[in-house]
Every structure is written in structure tokens, then in C-alpha cells.
């Protein structure tokens, strides 16, 4: 990976405050496009703020307030042109609870084509094929190809968040954000996320909020650790864990605090 690789995301001085509790301080951090990023750093200090600031999510709060700049893609996702809607397609997000809609399998799929598509345009034939590229792309499609009707939340936890990955990908994201993804998941279906995130990197960019050391450190080509809302280093992955260029992040991944 080249310095002069394309970015995902940029941002600049990046501030966050939530009412007047400032969570991040002035972020540069630079995000490759088509790799897997990991934030990392002890609860508390802003992993999943600074991923939300990514798709504009922070501002579902009501108190929010950002300084600085966020470039997606090379555009300034503040820029007054730039549409909230176009830019949550873009950058699609998984939480840490999978939280299917308490529908069937199908109709979570294809739920945002749907929300996306002005009514009448799209036909059964196109959603049906949608359905099966992304749960083939995934890795559902055999074991769920003949219960593409079961509701969404009888499913295995493991499934269900493969299914919550899957339902953004007919909106063509570019970047997919996750937030501790496997934090409900036993080892098989921690690894089994895992998998699927190497099986998706390249075609997109995925940055990953997880406080599992282990994880970042098999699951990620680069990790950034913060600490108390400052980004404290940013670098490749084997390079933080043998030779991290700041102290404070030795002491994080030699477990003294957090
Ligand atoms: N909606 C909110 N309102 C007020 N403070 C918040 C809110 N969300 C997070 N915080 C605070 O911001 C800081 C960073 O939180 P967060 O980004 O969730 O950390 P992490 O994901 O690293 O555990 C914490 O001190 C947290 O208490
Ligand atoms: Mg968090």
C-alpha cells in the first residue's frame, strides 16, 4: 500500500462535542480506500463517535456538533450539495447488535432498493437478482436460498449480521463502516465476520470500531488508536503491535490500561 493509494475518507481538525463534553479533538486521520481499517483504543474514547462522524450518523443525536473537515470519497460531506441520503448509501454502517427488520430475509435485502427507487421502477425480476447477488456475496445464498421468506430475526445471531451486511450492498456502498460487529458472537461466527470482511475487502473500504486487540490485529490492514478523543497513532498493523511509534500505545497493547 502506497502512500499514493486513493483515500476513502480525510478529515481535518476534526472536533466533536456532545453538548459541551468534547468526545474528539482535532482527527487528521486518513482512510486507504479498499482496505480494512480498525479503530482501536480503550471504551470511552471515541471510536464509534469518530465512525459515526463517517455518514453524518452523529447527527441522529441532538446535541451534536462537529468542527473541522470530513472528506468521503474526496468530497466535503458538509458541502451544502452534498445529499445525507446519497451519502448514507454510500457509506453503509453495521452495529454492534445485528438488527434486521422483523421481516423476511428478502424484504431486508432488497428494504433500501426499495426506500431508494421511485415506486413502480423496479421490477420483481431485478429485486429477486439483487437478493441473490448479495447473499451470494456474503455467503448466505445456499443456506438461505429456500427461506428467503422466514423472518430475518429467526436466523442465527451469525447469519443475521451477514444478512445486516448484506442488505447495504445493493445500494453500492463504497465504504461500509462496523461497529464492533462480532461483540455478539461467539468465536465461530466472530470468525466467520472475519472471513467475510477479507472476502469484501478490495471492492470496498471497511473501517472497524473493535476493542479486541486480537481481532485488530488479524482482522486489519491499518489500525488508528485514540485515546480520551485524540487520534495518538496511525499505523500498519503489524507495525503497531511490534513496533508502535508511541509509548502510550505500547502501554494500551501491552494491556495496562483499558
Ligand atoms: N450521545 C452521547 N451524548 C453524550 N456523550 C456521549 C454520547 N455518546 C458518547 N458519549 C461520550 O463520548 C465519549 C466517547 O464515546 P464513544 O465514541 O462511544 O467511545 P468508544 O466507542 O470508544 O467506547 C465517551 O466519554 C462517551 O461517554
Ligand atoms: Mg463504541
Not at 480503550?42 to 447527527?59: A, D, Q, V
Not at 448509501?89 to 432498493?113: C, D, H, T, W
Not at 447477488?133 to 430475526?153: F, I, P, Q, S, Y
Amino acid at each position: 500500500m502506497t502512500d499514493a493509494a486513493p483515500l476513502a475518507i480525510e478529515t481535518r481538525g476534526l472536533d466533536l462535542w456532545y453538548g459541551d463534553f468534547q468526545a474528539l479533538y482535532g482527527v487528521d486521520v486518513r482512510v486507504r480506500a479498499g482496505i480494512i481499517t480498525s479503530l482501536i483504543g480503550p471504551s470511552g474514547c471515541g471510536k464509534t463517535t469518530l465512525l459515526r462522524c463517517f455518514n453524518r450518523i452523529n447527527e441522529r443525536y441532538p446535541n451534536v456538533r462537529t468542527g473541522g473537515v470530513i472528506r468521503v470519497l474526496g468530497e466535503d460531506i458538509y458541502d451544502p450539495s452534498v445529499s445525507l441520503i446519497e451519502l448514507r448509501k454510500a457509506v453503509g454502517m453495521v452495529f454492534q447488535r445485528p438488527n434486521p427488520l422483523p421481516i423476511s430475509v428478502y424484504e431486508n435485502v432488497v428494504f433500501g432498493l426499495r426506500v431508494h427507487t421511485p415506486r413502480g421502477e423496479l421490477k420483481r425480476a431485478a429485486l429477486d437478482e439483487a437478493v441473490e447477488k448479495a447473499l451470494t456475496e456474503v455467503g448466505l445464498w445456499k443456506d438461505l436460498k429456500d427461506r428467503l421468506h422466514d423472518r430475518a430475526t429467526t436466523l442465527q445471531l451469525e447469519q443475521q449480521q451477514k444478512l445486516c451486511i448484506a442488505r447495504l450492498l445493493p445500494l453500492k456502498p463504497d465504504i461500509i463502516l462496523m461497529d464492533e460487529p462480532c461483540s455478539a458472537l461467539d468465536v465461530e461466527g466472530t470468525r466467520a465476520i472475519e472471513e467475510l470482511m477479507f472476502e469484501l475487502r478490495g471492492r470496498y473500504t471497511i473501517v472497524i470500531v473493535t476493542h479486541n486487540m486480537a481481532q485488530a490485529r488479524r482482522a486489519s490492514d491499518e489500525c488508528v488508536f485514540l485515546l480520551l478523543g485524540k487520534l495518538i497513532e496511525h499505523s500498519r498493523t503489524a507495525d503497531l503491535f511490534l513496533s508502535p511509534k508511541e509509548a502510550r500505545t505500547a502501554e494500551y497493547i501491552e494491556g495496562r490500561y483499558g
